[in-house]
């Protein structure tokens, strides 16, 4: 199991870079595993990532092996002892999403597909610095009720049932950040109702799935 969970936190720690959500050691990847959980190490170029360098942080958040994990572990530890729905977490700082989150502004209910992240908007957490429980705890919260969040003066965070769905909802975060940055810059978006968003969400809840004639 850890050789097959770290393989594919390898594949999509390399595909990084293609696909627009950061460049050269930025972000982290991890997935819930044997109790504790699987993460990118710190400092090691993406094309270099091997299998056998994800760190395995147990659930008292102490890491083994030789080299150190993220350095933005301990909020990949807190998410998963707060969220028993998270299997994965993709952290990144893409481009538009991490200009939103200069801004220390969160992405609201422009487009009816900013429920894909589970709620009428995305949040942007508070700021703190990179690696410590205050960031931590600025996640988890900003997270309470959602799968995604911005992290102000920072990047975004995304959590999903595998290491796919995480990094897939990161890409359409970053494109929701994309498409509102280009409507702010023509004036500001009209939003979507409360009731409009509840509508949507409803929705969302059979999204994707078979239902009989």
Known sequence: MHKTAAEDIVAHAQSIGASGLGV????NISA????????TPSGVPYEKLTADMIVYVGENGTPEGD???SSEWRFHH?????RPDAAAIMHCHSTHATALACLRRGIPAFHYMVAVAGGVDIRCGEYALFGTQALSDAAVEALEGRKACLLANHGQIAIGRSVEAAFGL??????LAQQYAVALQVGE???LSAEEMAEVLEKFKAYG?????
């Open 209 to 213: 799935t078979r239902t009989e004639p």
């Open 78 to 82: 807190d998410i998963y002892a707060s």
């Open 189 to 191: 978006p009209v939003l």
């Open 170 to 175: 990161a890409q359409e975060v970053e494109e």
């Open 32 to 39: 819930r595993c044997d109790g504790g959980f699987l993460i």
């Open 67 to 69: 080299l150190s994990p």
């Open 24 to 27: 050269g050691t930025a972000g």
